[in-house]
């Protein structure tokens, strides 16, 4: 899991709460990222970040949202208007450029009750 | 459309034998190409990387190759481990943030 931790480790959501995942490096990365992982598909990416106080929308960010303040944490929100959010969440960081191999946390397990 | 896909999605195996596991992709421009290891409910752990002019990579007992041409690649572990149960995905990247692409793994178990 190199120097990424994630917290908690299980999160119950009930409806219309908001909800935040922390994320937090020590690796002095650039980028950080955030994923959703569901039984049968791939790694599908939420937001990721190249930069403090920057952050761009991955290909399912509805329903979430991210900031930027400090280099070493990204925490995510999963918000009411995610209808789904039962899944694995994944945080990754690395060094910068997309072609630098990522590096992950341990997960968050997000249940609704 | 930009996809990944593995093969087996499932496989099991004797403690020390060896396998090969398969990835076939369409990502295009390509940029370069990594196989992780996920053990369940944990997160994943880089195993490889190889870019378009590298055809193959060992990592201890696992060693990836590569074919740009064909699109394809394999991981072959060689006098498996129970500790290699697991789940193996193939991740593609293309020329920027937004073109990593993932496969969806194959799980891997290693019976005494």
């Known amino acids: 899991d190199g120097g990424i931790t994630q917290s908690p480790k299980y999160l119950f959501r009930k409806e219309g709460q908001n909800v935040t995942l922390s994320c937090e490096q020590n690796?002095?990365?650039?980028?950080m990222y955030w994923y959703r992982q569901d039984p049968g598909q791939g790694l599908r990416l939420i937001y990721y970040?190249?930069?403090?106080?920057?952050?761009q929308k991955g290909d399912i960010a509805e329903g979430y949202s991210v900031s930027r303040e400090k280099k070493e944490s990204f925490p995510l929100t999963v918000t009411s208007a995610q209808k789904n959010p039962t899944a694995f969440y994944l945080c990754?960081?690395?060094?910068?450029?997309?072609?630098?191999?990522?590096?992950f946390g341990p997960g968050t397990r997000l249940l609704v009750l | 459309k930009n996809q990944v896909e593995q093969s087996p999605q499932s496989l099991i195996i004797l403690e020390g034998k060896n396998c090969t596991l398969q990835?076939?992709?369409?990502?295009?421009?390509?940029?370069?190409l990594r196989w992780y290891k996920q053990d369940t409910g944990r997160g994943p752990v880089s195993l490889t990387i190889?870019?378009?002019?590298?055809n193959t990579k060992s990592n201890g007992r696992y060693t990836a190759t590569l074919d740009a041409d064909t699109k394809q690649s394999s991981l072959h572990i060689t006098a498996s481990q129970l500790s290699d149960s697991a789940s193996y995905i193939c991740?593609?990247?293309?020329?920027?943030?937004?073109?990593?692409?993932f496969g969806t793994g194959t799980r891997l178990l290693v019976s005494p």
């Open positions: 990754a960081s690395s060094a910068g450029s997309y072609q630098e191999t990522q590096y």
């Open positions: 690796l002095n990365h650039d980028a």
């Open positions: 970040s190249q930069i403090v106080n920057d952050f």
């Open positions: 990835c076939n992709y369409t990502v295009s421009p390509f940029s370069n």
């Open positions: 190889m870019t378009f002019s590298e």
């Open positions: 991740v593609v990247s293309g020329q920027s943030f937004q073109k990593l692409v």
